[in-house]
């Protein structure tokens, strides 16, 4: 068996190596600490946001939104739906380190469209053990921002919610869409 992940070609003028994709990753740092200087900044984000998204491969936030460091905190997981833990980083977020708006992201094509809660049966057979956590698959995307919404409007956690909005980010353009009646 071997330890290294396949990995795409590298871009034009990108750092290769012939090790794991892990030193590919380190030998980036490396050259970015180099050019790196102390940003100052404090943990609390400038524009007093956060952003929940899909964990999808192919959104670039930062770009996609016109972010830079220091501006937002990025809460991502598969689908970008509300789990109890995105709960708790928002609670965190706005209670611990000043942020008051959130932006959700789903987006075209996510994976958790082809998936069914009945991956944890897949699971519990395969290693007899099932998985407390809901696979949180959805069908309409636009329904499962709504829902998510709707679970940050009503947690008892999240003090600031005049501030929810969702989209779903398309993959193909790279435009954002406003997910209405949430
Ligand atoms: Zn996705």
């Known amino acids: 068996m071997t330890t290294s992940a396949s990995?795409?070609?590298?871009?034009e003028g990108a750092i290769t190596g012939d090790g794991s994709v892990t030193d590919r990753l380190l030998d980036a740092n490396r050259v970015y600490a180099d050019a790196f200087t102390d940003p100052g900044m404090d943990?609390?984000?400038v524009l007093k946001v956060a952003?929940?998204?899909?964990?999808?491969?192919?959104?670039?936030?930062?770009?996609?939104?016109g972010l830079r460091l220091g501006d937002c905190h990025t809460i991502r997981n598969a689908g970008g739906v509300v789990t109890d833990d995105v709960i708790r980083s928002l609670t965190i977020s706005q209670r611990k380190l000043g942020t008051s708006s959130v932006v959700l992201i789903h987006h075209t094509n996510c994976g958790l469209e082809a998936l069914t809660e009945g991956f944890r049966d897949e699971l519990e057979q395969e290693v007899?053990?099932?998985p407390a956590w809901a696979v949180e698959s959805f069908r309409d995307v636009e329904q499962d921002v709504r829902q998510s919404i709707r679970r940050i409007r009503t947690s008892p956690f999240v003090p600031h919610t005049d501030d929810v909005?969702?989209?779903v980010f398309d993959v193909r353009t790279g435009l954002?869409?406003?997910?209405?009646g949430a």
Not at 7 to 11: D, G
Not at 51 to 65: G, Q, T
Not at 176 to 180: D, F, G, I, K, N
């Open 51 to 65: 952003v929940v998204a899909c964990m999808d491969a192919r959104i670039d936030l930062h770009d996609a939104l």
């Open 7 to 11: 990995v795409p070609p590298a871009p």
């Open 128 to 130: 007899g053990q099932r």
């Open 176 to 180: 954002l869409s406003e997910v209405e």
């Open 165 to 167: 909005r969702g989209f």
């Open 43 to 45: 943990a609390r984000p």
